[in-house]
């Protein structure tokens, strides 16, 4: 804040810099976030005092992506790959492919930086590039994945195969907004053909479209609750 109002001279700041990066770089993506250009301005002081840091390069190319600035973000997301390659300037990268709408280079970004990511992180960039591909069914498979990572005390025990269940029942949670919720209720009766009862928990807005449409199917019970 002292920077921002002119109260510290630029060596102070670079001193600072030195000594506190990490807390400097905190404190430039949440101006960033802001939308306070200020917050490019002192991620590039830090590159001034630490010129082959990746990382600072990369949160460069992020913040442009949050000012819509997709060619700063391409060249700066391309000079921190150079230094280090890391999964967040990859992403950066696919990004500004989508950007200019090249799907399949932003395929190609997004799934380096997938594979440079924890083994237990899934990239959503990534998912997206691969349903855009019509690879539908390794990318609802990876979905699934970050779902479940997102997720995990929603989701005790997946069905993954096609083995009838018909002695069961199985808990439906719509909890998305208009378009994902009735987008995948087509598969509500494809789960009846497998499943002695459904149970559905909808949300107040979603509730009576689902009712009308869903209560009655047949060889299966059907429950919806709100």
Aim: charge should be positive; include cysteine; glycine fraction near 2%.
């Amino acid at each position: 804040e002292m920077y921002l109002k002119n109260m510290i001279s630029d060596k102070l700041l670079k001193k600072l810099i030195q000594n506190h990066k990490i807390k400097i770089s905190i404190v430039a993506n949440y101006i960033t976030r802001l939308k306070n250009r200020n917050g490019i301005e002192l991620f590039k002081k830090i590159l001034e005092v630490f010129p082959e840091d990746a990382e600072t390069l990369t949160n460069i190319s992020a913040s442009y992506l949050n000012f819509g600035e997709i060619e700063e973000a391409f060249k700066y997301s391309n000079l921190a790959i150079k230094k280090e390659p890391l999964s967040e300037a990859y992403n950066n990268l696919s990004l500004c492919y989508e950007a200019f709408d090249n799907n399949k280079k932003a395929l190609e970004f997004a799934k380096k930086s997938n594979e440079l990511k924890d083994k237990k992180a899934t990239n959503f960039i990534y998912i997206n590039c691969l349903l855009k591909e019509k690879k539908f069914k390794e990318g609802y498979k990876l979905y699934l994945k970050f779902y479940i990572q997102r997720y995990p005390n929603r989701i005790s025990k997946i069905w993954l195969n096609k083995k009838k269940e018909k002695d069961k029942t199985v808990k439906i949670l719509i909890d998305k907004g208009y378009g994902d919720a009735f987008m995948f209720c087509r598969y509500i009766p494809f789960l009846a053909k497998y499943f002695k009862k459904i149970v559905i928990e909808a949300r107040d807005y979603t509730y009576e479209v689902i009712k009308n449409n869903y209560s009655d199917i047949k060889n299966c019970q059907v429950e919806i609750t709100k």
